[in-house]
């Protein structure tokens, strides 16, 4: 019914400007003026409303950037997270230095050059130096920017992993889990075929290094120690990001990625600088279903001795089987 409603209002509306716009060009007729031909008058108000236009767009982009910059991700956790902030705020300081050179222009220059019966136009037809200014230095500043942007993810993505923790990071719609490799630091085999409503990874149970795996519903991570997740999905494609430490890779079904990294901060650091609720998430940022919005796992970052008392605790595959038996 509100939506009726709301159809007919507007359409009265259309009919009103349609017979307004009529009226006005009755009276035209009986003053004999041409209503439709823009003046310099009209010229006048449409390029000052287009100056207060500009000019209060971009109070609004100035208040919005003081006013929700709370809501943006805190200092990178992780070592080449750090490098990726910095590429960040490279981009967008040149961005923003750009935006607020041009746009009060743009707005300007509308208002300042708007259609006068005066004016005359000047026929330009062509400028070899401008348009060499205006190709080379973009040029030259992309071209700076890719090289930087390529470096830093070079960096981040080619990492000696021969040092590294490794942890398998399982997924299926729509839940996250993983896996440690126990004492012998080697990940049991698995085959999505074994997969089974006990054996929900798929591990081969005859494989002896999957007997010390450990499968956990929450990841802890030695402060300042490399790790590479290896992940593995089950059905559709996931991407496991983990905002916090600028990590994210996609999941693919019958595909290995890896991301190798060290955070830097433990949970309780970040608790003391972010507030007692904070929590290292890892999310999916693939839309992958109806229940994608509710896919995270909490990480947990701490010293060498929580980690290892943590690790202790938890139970290995065969002594999962054995209580099973
Ligand atoms: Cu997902």
Redesign the pocket.
Known sequence: MTNILIALVVLLAIVTLVQLTRVSELLGELKKQDVNEVTDEDNKTQGFLMLIIGMGFLVFVIWQMIEWNHLLLPEAASVHGQEIDVLMRFSMTLILVVFFIVTPMLFYFSYRYRGNKQNTAYFLVHNNKLEFIWTIIPTIVLTGVIIFGLKTWDKAMNVDTSDSQEIEVF?K??QWLARFPGEDNILGKSNFQLITPTNVLGIDEEDLNAEDDKIVREVHLVVNEPVVLKFRSQDVI?SAFLPHFRVQMNCVPGLSTQFAFTPTKTTAQMKKEEGEDFEYVLL?N?I??AA?YN?QMRFVVETQEEYDLWLAKQKTISDKLLTQK
């Open positions: 997924v719609q729509f996931h999916c693939k992958c279903g994608h896919m």
